[in-house]
């Protein structure tokens, strides 16, 4: 079964740094679009970042200039860096891996809290 693990979240103080991590067993990992999503309470679900299976890279405006996604395909994992972090970007942060239309997993989630 394919399944992606998500690891790297915690608290951290605003202005901060956290590199969250998502390990996927998937086979054939490098075909992939990979993309962290996040979701804050009685927020809807946001596109925070994604990586193409040719390394191409899109952000939301929200964390342009701040927040970095990459990808070891050796390693199966895909990265988000995420610097001067902000209270807003207060979420729990879900990995996810595509292929076409009709393959798709998600991970368990890892909680970022950005507070004084």
């Known amino acids: 079964q394919a399944q992606l693990v998500e690891s790297g979240g915690g608290l951290v103080q605003p202005g901060g740094s956290l590199r969250l991590s998502c390990a996927a067993s998937i086979s054939i990992f490098s075909i992939y679009a990979m993309a962290w999503y996040r979701q804050a309470p009685g927020k809807q679900r946001e596109l925070v970042a994604s990586i193409s299976s040719g390394g191409s890279t899109n952000y939301a405006d929200s964390v342009k200039g701040r927040f970095t996604i990459s990808r070891d395909n050796a390693k199966n994992t895909v990265y988000l860096q995420m610097n001067s972090l902000k209270p807003e970007d207060t979420a729990v942060y879900r990995c996810?891996?595509?292929?076409?239309?009709?393959?798709?997993?998600w991970g368990q989630g890892t909680q970022v809290t950005v507070s004084s």
């Open positions: 996810n891996a595509r292929w076409d239309m009709n393959y798709e997993y």
